[in-house]
């Protein structure tokens, strides 16, 4: 059984219907996932909150993604906290910094990490974190505003030892995707040998970044399970011990 804790299923563009996405995931045993809401920006949230309104299996965060910082306002914030209260609503995310792209001014992104932030502290859900290009100016946002108040997941994670291991002394969850499947990737894999394994959960962030073997396929759910199938290499055990325990850690992380 495992646990996508990173996709987007309400995405235009994908080359499969949510239908044929939630199909394939129960055949490939992926039987829980969370949907984002942020990317799209701000009816994005609505559109994913409908998709775990429709399915009993998935549940949706919601937040507004770095790019889209500058659409942000108190009126979006308001319908914000409102969402957040919606009992399939399971987390603030994904929000945080961009600094690849700048697609929203960096004091503006800033402006509203920290308001997201004080928004999971508020309605007590945990932050899903994206970060790019941002490393040290998230990490210092995320120490002085969570406090670890708040369970914290730096989604995606493609930084260094040294970052990781910041990030673990704040209490962080991290979550790693295909990318630790691709060739030029072994620094990634070298982390995954250290980091406790009770900090460890899993995700496609589909339709991106599809694993080996399904390079330049539009992701799915159920291409998760390649991403555990790595770990089970690295940790040199089961594939089923690896669904075991990420899906506890997430099922941990999200209070499902």
């Known amino acids: ?21 939630i199909l394939s995931a129960q055949k490939a045993a992926v039987t829980r996932m969370v949907t984002i809401g942020a990317g799209e920006g701000v009816e994005g949230n609505s559109e994913a909150l409908k998709i775990a309104e429709k399915f009993s299996h998935v549940w949706a965060a919601v937040g507004i993604h770095p790019h889209d910082a500058k659409l942000v306002t108190p009126e979006v914030l308001e319908q914000m906290r409102k969402w957040f209260l919606h009992p399939k609503v399971v987390a603030v995310g994904e929000v945080g910094l961009d600094f690849h792209y700048l697609h929203s001014p960096r004091e503006i992104q800033e402006k509203v990490f920290d308001d997201f932030i004080d928004l999971a502290l508020e309605v007590k859900k945990p932050l899903v974190i994206h970060d790019r290009d941002a490393d040290l100016v998230t990490y210092n946002h995320l120490k002085v505003g969570a406090q670890r108040a708040v369970p914290v997941l730096i989604h995606c994670f493609t930084g260094t030892k040294e970052l990781a291991k910041k990030y673990l002394d704040l209490g962080c969850f991290i979550s790693f995707s295909g990318i630790i499947t691709f060739k ?44 555990a199938r790595c770990i089970s290499q690295i940790w040199n055990t089961s594939l089923e011990n690896v669904a075991q325990i990420t899906t506890q850690n997430a099922n941990q992380f999200f209070g499902l």
């Open 1 to 21: 059984m495992f646990f996508d804790s990173h996709c987007h299923l309400s995405f235009s563009g994908q080359d499969y219907t949510l239908d044929e996405m």
């Open 184 to 227: 030029n990737a072994q620094d990634l894999r070298d982390i995954l040998t250290w980091v406790p394994k009770d900090r460890i959960l899993i995700e496609t962030d589909s339709p991106f970044l599809a694993p080996v073997p399904y390079r330049g396929k539009k992701n799915q759910p159920a291409f998760v399970v390649e991403v």
